[in-house]
C-alpha cells in the first residue's frame, strides 16, 4: 500500500496519509464512487457494493464503506498483483475497523464514569 484516507460519506477528510493525490479530491470523489457503486449494484441486483476497485497504469485505488457515514481509500503501487492489493486493503479495512470499535468502547466506558461520578 501507499497510502489511506479516511473520509465521510460527504466527502469530507477525516485522517489522511497520501501522496502525490489532493486529499480533499479524492475525499469528494471516493463518495461520488460509493454513491455510484451503489446505483451500479442495484441495477445488476447483486446488494449493497462491498468495495469500489479501480486499476490504473501506475497502480490501484480501492474504496471501501467503512460504516454508513465512513469511507476508507487505499491505494496500492504499481507492481504489486490485484490479490496481494486486496489482501493488504481488506487488512486496513479490518484495522479501521477495530480502531472505531475501541474508540466507541473508550467513549462508552467514560460517560458511563462520568455518570456515575455525577451521582
Known amino acids: 500500500m501507499t497510502g489511506l484516507l479516511v473520509a465521510t460519506l460527504d466527502g469530507l477528510v477525516l485522517s489522511s496519509d497520501t501522496v502525490g493525490v489532493t486529499p480533499e479530491n479524492v475525499a469528494a470523489m471516493s463518495a461520488a464512487t460509493i454513491g455510484l457503486a451503489g446505483q451500479f449494484t442495484a441495477q445488476a441486483n447483486i446488494g449493497q457494493p462491498r468495495t469500489a476497485l479501480f486499476e490504473g497504469d501506475s497502480g490501484f485505488v480501492c474504496v471501501f464503506p467503512v460504516e454508513s457515514s465512513l469511507?476508507?481509500?487505499?491505494?496500492?503501487?504499481?507492481?504489486?498483483?490485484?490479490g496481494l492489493f486486496n489482501v493488504a486493503a481488506?487488512?486496513?479495512?479490518v484495522l479501521?475497523?477495530?480502531?472505531?470499535?475501541?474508540?466507541?468502547?473508550?467513549?462508552?466506558?467514560?460517560?458511563?464514569?462520568?455518570?456515575?461520578?455525577?451521582?
Open 71 to 82: 469511507l476508507l481509500v487505499v491505494f496500492g503501487e504499481k507492481g504489486i498483483t490485484l
Open 90 to 93: 481488506r487488512q486496513a479495512l
Open 96 to 119: 479501521v475497523r477495530h480502531a472505531l470499535l475501541r474508540q466507541r468502547v473508550q467513549t462508552a466506558r467514560a460517560t458511563r464514569r462520568a455518570y456515575h461520578d455525577y451521582q
